[in-house]
DNA sequence: AGACAATACGAGCAATCACTTGTATTTGCA
DNA sequence: TGCAAATACAAGTGATTGCTCGTATTGTCT
């Protein structure tokens, strides 16, 4: 196993545009046809270039996921921003809360629909999975941060168990959200919001 | 296209044997890799013969994953039978009608783990999607049979969305409660029946 | 201008996989 | 018992696909 130095390029003018438009192309067939049935040759296709050109900038297959994956990771930072804002936790109605949680996460997922492609699909190989798992610890960390302070009785246990399974209704819905029409949205919206109000009423006080 | 008629074939002692055999390999083998990444010559192998022996049963992947389905669809309407037992529902408690619906349900989906990865996956033909709808449609006419008598003042086209969710939640969290160790797996039922109790209870006048 | 690296190409390689084929063996039945 | 169908085998085929290779073009620096 030789050690081969991979000194970076040196125009990278040309060449970062054609990745930002390789890892456009792949997002587009990662979300139609998932990451197996994606062929490399496919998103070189749908990127204007050549297979060739592809493994100029991409080393393999899933290089060229892991490098959407990190851009889906940055990006999805901006949505958690929004998401977990400062505010008085403690004093806001509940349903406000929620709102202001969802609608940011739920809007991120709209406008980037090969996000959940990538991640929620069990076909993927097991290096990207680990991409995906800061996107969702922090997920996960901020829920619990909000029940600590929404629910204060609950055992830090139970506080993680009852994150997981808000974050897991949240992403079990959010599909059918991004998948509805237009005009429909709003009502998948509201019910997927009745569905943790359901969840987490009973457990603040 | 020539309309080839497939008259049966005779002997069957030995036949229906091994079909079962190869549908008990196949369920292993859709269970660990998933549709796609299972390969006809490792389903032939798991049972024990050559994969020339596979194809005198089967015509293709498709129709191994087609009779699994079947299999799986009949063993199922025990499991309907049970969760949707005649009860006079309008009269027992909330918890008692979840009870009585969602645990036959887990202990159907425990005991045959290839079931999902067979139906819950993205990445199976058009063809075989079609082939669980049945299953997915019974299930959801009874839920919304139950909403109709707990719930009676919900508008019809309330009551068939809110089936939906109830389902989808369901189907987002078995496989977890499938996947949890013995020891866990009540606690996560528990969850998953405090998270339909919150969305049902203010469905209930 | 000359030179070298980055970029681009597309034919094609090697591996994988669903499925076939030719043949051998077993079984039910006359 | 003998025959025809059913069952069994495993090497092999064609198609697909991730990726490489040899070469040509473009851009940047001196």
Redesign the pocket.
Known sequence: MTVEET????????????MSEILDAAAEVFADLGY?????????AAA?????????????????AQALADRFTAQMRGAHGEAFAPADLAAVDLDEVIDRVVDPLVAFNVANPGFKALFARPDMPAGLAAAAAPIQSALLGRVEAILAVRAPDLPPPDRARSARVLVQIFQAMTPVVVAAPEEEREAEVRELKKVLRGYLAPLED
């Open positions: 000194r970076p390029r040196r125009r990278q003018a040309r060449g970062e545009r054609r197996e049935k994606a062929t490399t040759n496919a998103i070189a204007g270039i050549s297979p060739g050109s592809l493994y100029q900038f991409f080393r393999s297959k899933e290089a060229v």
